[in-house]
């Protein structure tokens, strides 16, 4: 298993420098990761920042770490956009960066500024918008002729650093079927459990055996079951007790996750809390 921090865009983490500071100190207690949120309005009283910037900085500030959105709502933006900015970031990071993308769960970030707003349709984006960022990595030629996005004939260069291609991880709400299905034609999976206003609610160890079970199952079907896959477990440890967080973590771990993330945010402590957190290390057995 390795282990990640994840911290939002917005509150305290909106200032930049702060969250180089906060990244160098993970990479110095032994983290193998820090994603970023993004959200672009989550609540109107927070200061927000742009996540790949935080992102660039991220990349600026560390040497060893890996980094990447977790997740980018991808049918809030346009994918050619998308696709120079993770091969810019690529390089930046000389190879580090993991893709994590989704739909978007917060309705109201997309309604608010006339995108997209009904769940069917950027699921149909996301798939659109997948196809046409590896189209676009291949730096061949490429067009496109979906519902959604139309591409006539274009080339981008440079190719990524990380070949065949930057890792792409997908959201997916559990139980249901068809997020991991989309998944499973990538490289790894954050699930997710959603209360009804959206917010995030944890996942058990039994909920990831059936992610696994669901993703291997769905993998079988599309003929890529031999390549690695990842599976990505956000959760909370006392760091105070190494103990008792390496078990939380390993009980994971046995359940077929290969991620293990640290919910660093506001809502479970004060910024010094959270960088003492950050500093205490990662739960590892």
């Known amino acids: 298993m390795r282990y990640a921090i994840d911290i939002p865009n917005f509150g305290d983490f909106a200032d930049p420098h702060l969250t180089a500071e906060v990244a160098r ?3 110095a207690a032994g ?3 820090v994603w970023v949120w993004d959200h672009i309005m ?3 009283a927070d200061p927000h920042a742009d996540p790949w910037l935080l992102l660039a900085a991220i990349a600026l500030a560390t040497e060893r770490i890996r980094l990447g959105p977790m997740v980018t709502p991808l049918p809030r933006r346009r994918p050619w956009h998308l696709a120079r900015e993770a091969v810019t970031l690529d390089y930046l990071s000389r190879g580090r960066l993991t893709l994590g993308v989704g739909n978007g769960s917060r309705t109201h970030e997309f309604a608010a500024f006339g995108d997209e707003a009904d769940l069917r349709t950027r699921a149909a984006m996301l798939d659109e918008g997948l196809d046409v960022l590896t189209g ?8 496109f002729a979906g519902v959604h996005y139309k591409i006539d004939n274009a080339t981008f260069l440079p190719l990524p650093i990380q070949q065949p291609r930057i890792p792409i991880w997908v959201a997916a709400t559990w139980p249901v079927r068809a997020p991991f299905r989309r998944a499973a ?3 790894g999976v954050w699930p997710l459990r959603r ?11 039994d909920d990831v055996r059936g992610v696994c079970a669901t993703i291997a199952e769905e993998r079988a079907i599309a003929g890529n079951d031999s390549a690695p896959f990842d599976v990505l477990v956000a959760g909370t440890t006392p760091g105070d007790d190494p103990a008792r967080a390496a078990a939380t973590a390993r009980e ?3 359940a077929g996750a290969t991620w293990w993330t640290e919910r660093i ?8 809390q959270m960088r003492q957190r950050v500093r205490q290390g990662p739960p590892r057995s």
């Not at 676009?136 to 067009?143: E, K, N, R, Y």
């Not at 945010?265 to 010094?272: I, K, V």
């Open 25 to 27: 100190e993970a990479e």
């Open 31 to 33: 983290w193998d990761a």
């Open 42 to 44: 989550r609540d109107p």
């Open 136 to 143: 676009l990595w291949t730096g061949h030629p490429f067009s």
């Open 185 to 187: 034609r990538w490289d």
């Open 195 to 205: 209360g009804p206003d959206g917010a995030g609610l944890p996942l058990t160890a």
């Open 252 to 254: 994971f771990a046995d």
């Open 265 to 272: 945010n506001p809502s479970r402590g004060s910024l010094e």
